[in-house]
């Protein structure tokens, strides 16, 4: 994959992206250098804090579900098709002209993508952490609840939001719409499967909150991202942190750098990229260093040889329209 061959030096302590612009979400000089002097992860920094955690109001109560839902067999990460049903559909997409830019958008934005959000802080009472839920459930300390899950979740899904916003407009409407499709079909089964909640009624009522959070959150995270820093902490400070009165102001600081390390490296990745699902979330026990113009230009190298290879004919269902360049 691409996203493996952009962060070519991927470490626990350290990354360096190597991809090309395709726009500049905030990477203005004072975001540079903010990024040139981070020398702790944003996982280092919350860690680093001294100050001890006062709990708030909201209860830390686990997600212990009746049953947990298993992957659709078509979405799982390895699966592949027969290659008689993918030599049929080759022929499909060639005679009838699909465009698979916007095919794409349901498998990758509204499949690939959307897992990727909704593993960050995904967890089970019982269960083991992952290494990203250990960052919010036991770095941040925050409560290990459903409604946690989804401001998370929230948050990962507007960063996505951003960059589907700079391609051009009719794909990336279509990348949101699948993503935010996925996003309450998900809920409203976790919500029936998982919470045993067997009632339409209260489901559909459930909904309608999390659909008027969901648009309260990016309204605030747009307004933080055409401002600074201060208004972003702000809005993180009331959906994440739940505007709990005694926030650990460092832990604050260091929920901002995994922002700003995640609109960094989205501003860096091209539109065929991304459009491809050739883009992962920096881990918050991870680092970002700025670009320098050779690294740039390597990417550029890479991605033309990967994307459109010199002398080999790219088959149908990997043709796309989107810029390799921006």
């Known amino acids: 994959m691409l996203s493996r061959s952009i962060i070519a030096r991927r470490s626990v302590a350290s990354t360096r ?19 040139e002097s981070s020398s702790k992860s944003p996982k280092d920094l919350a860690s680093s804090s001294t100050l001890p955690h006062i709990p708030g109001v909201t209860p830390n109560k686990d997600i ?4 947990k839902m298993e992957t659709p067999v078509l979405e ?4 592949e098709l027969p290659k008689w049903q993918k030599a049929v559909g080759e022929s499909f997409i060639s005679i009838f002209g699909v465009d698979m830019d916007k095919v794409r958008s349901g498998s990758v934005g509204g499949s690939k993508y959307y897992y990727m959000c909704k593993d960050q802080s995904l967890q089970f009472k019982n269960e083991d952490l992952s290494e990203t839920a ?5 770095t941040l300390a925050l409560p290990r609840s459903f409604s946690q899950w989804f401001q998370i979740t929230s948050l990962h899904i507007w960063l996505l939001f951003v960059r589907m916003r700079a391609m051009p407009f009719k794909y990336g409407k279509s990348y949101q719409q699948k993503l935010v499709d996925r996003f309450f079909k998900d809920m409203e089964l976790r919500l029936s499967e ?6 339409g009624r209260i489901t559909d009522s459930y909904l309608k909150d999390f659909h008027s959070q969901l648009m309260g959150i990016v309204l605030s995270y747009d307004e933080a991202l055409a401002s600074n820093d201060a208004v972003l902490a702000a809005a993180l400070w009331r959906n994440i942190f739940n505007g709990e009165k005694n926030v650990d102001l460092v832990k604050l600081e260091a929920l901002v750098r995994y922002v700003r390390m995640q609109l960094y490296v989205l501003s860096k990745t091209s539109d065929r990229a991304f459009g491809f699902g050739d883009f992962v979330f920096v881990n918050p026990n991870e ?24 002398g080999v004919k790219v088959i149908p269902s990997k043709r796309s329209n989107l ?3 921006e």
């Open 134 to 138: 250990k960052f919010w459930y036991e």
């Open 323 to 325: 810029s390799i360049d």
């Open 17 to 35: 992206v190597f991809s090309r612009a395709a726009i500049r979400l905030n990477s203005n000089k004072a975001v540079v250098e903010e990024l």
């Open 64 to 67: 212990d579900p009746k049953s």
């Open 287 to 310: 680092t970002v260093a700025p670009l320098t113009k050779e690294e740039e230009e390597q990417l550029k190298k890479v991605a033309k040889q990967i994307y459109e290879p010199e």
């Open 194 to 199: 998982e919470m045993n909640v067997l009632s």
């Open 76 to 79: 799982k990460e390895r699966f």
